[in-house]
């Protein structure tokens, strides 16, 4: 089980903030951690924080274990039952309360900002609980929405908040989205600033990111309600003013400007009980596949051997008799490398320029949008969107800029014919030739970084065809499709629907 059970965190304005999990969501009115003279101000922050604290550590471990970046070290073994695709009934338990913590913060934010008539932050709560919501339900599948949050008798004192559909969540998050962006539309001198820690109360920022996530979830319905994803992004794109986010766009939050100020995954993995050992370690999946298309993203996402290559070993062989030093480990531009302070410095993504863009290539592949950019350009784009996110580490490794890295890995004249197998977009081939591609180089740019959404798309899309189960599966054949929900949901909540396994396909999941 993870162990970032507390992270003391000091945000840009001086407060301190105590990301813990949540005694439980159902709780969540009498949260200790929500003092009673709580402001969208400091309930803001502190919400962002919990989402850092799953997506960045419970979430990014499993995300990036089961879609083929990272496995389990065979000098360590913290992470073995992941690794063995058999987690425990509480292996997720923090991810799970931190995200619900998380959602307690915005939806307090949320009745603050209405009684105090602040619309920029009524609509950040919508749009982070929008986003945290998406999180826990990719991973859980079914889960408390409508009722959650409402233990009070003013919000209805649901006790027991009964697990809606994932269908029902999925419009209830896009219906969120829709309002937000409603509420950004509108003039607000009382908005947010230095207390959002993700945009600094950039609203337009904002307005692209609820846009972006709207699109992201409207691909996920691609094989489940295909009619649906068609309708809903040609609506989309029809809206006035629609922007996507674009370079100098990303949503994350960035570490390291104080002691205290760690990224989450490496705060846990020099925690007292981890105590700096390395756990995670390269898979082969994913360097060899760098390797083989002469990509300089591998030096950015893993370290390298002392004779300058990247070498990964095979995904679940953590019974290797194989010694530290002749294998790559996570970068400290990952935040995963345990042994390297810089670690505490990598920020946690939560959208990317670079993933808008695959996303924006995707709707031109499958002809779902009429836009005047070509799905080849959209898909350059993301590849070069993603070397530009690492633009300083990549002149400190190779004196390369990010452009001129990108023009390497594909050519000097940005066709493609003159790089690797994967940078040979097939412009004039099928439906389903181009969304191999797409969906393949996303997979390559969230390589430590956003290890959860890589997995969210492999199941969806079945790409990258190369995936490696582990070598010590304990499902046989099947891969693992869901998270666990905690016992305590089984033991407490009276409206628990049972429990599930890791291969119990959710409603979207139809590869």
């Known amino acids: 089980m993870s162990i970032n059970k507390k992270i003391i965190i000091t945000v840009a304005a001086g407060l301190v903030l105590s990301v813990s999990s949540c005694r439980k969501f159902l709780d969540v009115n009498t949260n200790p951690n929500i003092a009673q003279t709580a402001t969208v101000q400091t309930l803001l922050p502190a919400g962002q924080l919990y989402i850092t604290s799953s997506l960045g550590v419970d979430l990014q471990i499993t995300g990036s274990m089961w879609a083929g970046f990272w496995t389990q070290s065979p000098n360590s073994s913290q992470y073995r039952a992941i690794e063995q695709y058999a987690p425990g009934q509480d292996q997720f338990v923090n991810g799970w309360e931190n995200l619900y913590a998380a959602n307690t913060n915005f939806y307090q934010m949320y009745k603050l900002a209405d009684s105090q008539k602040k619309k920029h932050y009524k609509g950040l709560s919508l749009m982070l609980q929008a986003y945290t919501f998406q999180l826990l339900t990719d991973g859980w599948g079914d889960v408390p929405f409508k009722q959650a949050l409402k233990g009070l008798p003013s919000d209805g004192g649901f006790l027991n908040p009964k697990y809606d559909s994932q269908a029902v969540v999925y419009s209830g998050i896009m219906a969120y989205i829709d309002s937000a962006e409603a509420l950004f539309a509108q003039t607000d001198a009382a908005g947010p600033g230095s207390d959002d820690l993700i945009y600094g109360g950039d609203i337009t920022k904002w307005q692209k990111f609820g846009y972006t996530l709207k699109l992201r979830m409207l691909l996920r319905l691609s094989e489940r309600a295909p009619l649906v994803a068609q309708a809903g992004i040609a609506a989309l794109y029809a809206t006035p003013g629609v922007q996507f986010l ?96 810089n670690s505490s410095k990598a920020p946690v993504n939560l959208l990317t320029s670079s993933e808008s863009y695959f996303l924006q290539a995707e709707v031109e592949a499958r002809g779902w949008a009429v836009t005047g950019s070509s799905d080849a350009a959209w898909f350059y784009a993301g590849i070069n969107a993603s070397f530009n996110q690492y633009n300083d580490a990549m002149l400190a490794i190779n004196g390369y800029t990010a452009d001129s890295s990108y023009n390497r890995y594909i050519d000097a004249a940005g066709t493609g014919t003159g790089g690797g197998y994967w940078t040979l977009y097939p412009a004039g081939g099928t439906q389903a030739d181009k969304l191999r591609y797409i969906i393949t180089q996303k997979w390559f740019a969230m390589c430590g970084n956003q290890g959860f959404e890589a997995w969210n798309e492999l199941r969806r899309t079945g790409y990258p065809d190369f995936f490696v189960r582990s070598s010590n599966s304990q499902i046989g054949a099947q891969d693992p499709v869901r998270l666990l929900y905690p016992t305590s949901e089984s033991t407490r909540n009276s409206a628990f629907p049972g429990v599930q396994t890791v291969t119990t396909k959710m409603w979207w999941d139809l590869f």
């Open 246 to 341: 674009g370079i100098g766009d990303d949503a994350k939050i960035i570490f390291g400007y104080s002691s205290t100020n760690k990224n989450p995954l490496y705060a846990e993995m020099t925690s007292t009980q981890l105590a700096s050992t390395q756990n995670i370690v390269a898979s082969s999946t994913a360097v060899d596949s760098f390797n083989s298309n002469l990509d300089d993203r591998a030096y950015i996402f893993y370290t390298y051997l002392s004779n300058g290559s990247v070498v990964g070993i095979p995904q679940g062989a953590y019974n290797l008799n194989v010694a530290g030093g002749t294998y790559s480990i996570p970068s400290e531009y990952t935040g995963g490398n345990a042994q390297a302070a």
